[in-house]
């Protein structure tokens, strides 16, 4: 069982940034994918990013050249860096980690944008 701890969330006004950073504890986090996801109150979960354990990237549309995500194998962390937040960025942000069959979650870290 991989367990995934967030951190880095919270309040912050549009325009601003914040970093979230996700601590896995497993021995395979580096030919894993990581990602990030979201979700906003009464909607589904959504996809944010991914990175590959080539580091090869993905995101969704509507974060493109605002967010960035990155990882470190050495420590096995994940991050999220989220530029030029807007108010429709606001949810509980989970960070994923997928090999093979394990499709792992964390408890999510709250992030909440003002207008």
């Known amino acids: 069982q991989v367990q995934l701890v967030e951190s880095g969330g919270g309040l912050v006004q549009a325009g601003g940034s914040l970093r979230l950073a996700c601590a896995a504890s497993?021995?395979?986090?580096?030919?894993?994918?990581m990602g990030w996801y979201r979700q906003a109150p009464g909607k589904e979960r959504e996809f944010v990013a991914t990175?590959?354990?080539?580091?090869?990237?993905n995101y969704a549309d509507s974060v493109k050249g605002r967010f960035t995500i990155s990882r470190d194998n050495a420590n096995k962390m994940v991050y999220l860096q989220m530029n030029s937040l807007k108010p429709e960025d606001t949810g509980v942000y989970y960070c994923?980690?997928?090999?093979?069959?394990?499709?792992?979650w964390g408890r999510g870290t709250q992030v909440t944008v003002s207008s």
């Open positions: 994923n980690f997928r090999m093979d069959w394990r499709n792992c």
């Open positions: 497993t021995n395979i986090f580096s030919i894993s994918t």
């Open positions: 990175i590959t354990s080539r580091s090869i990237t």
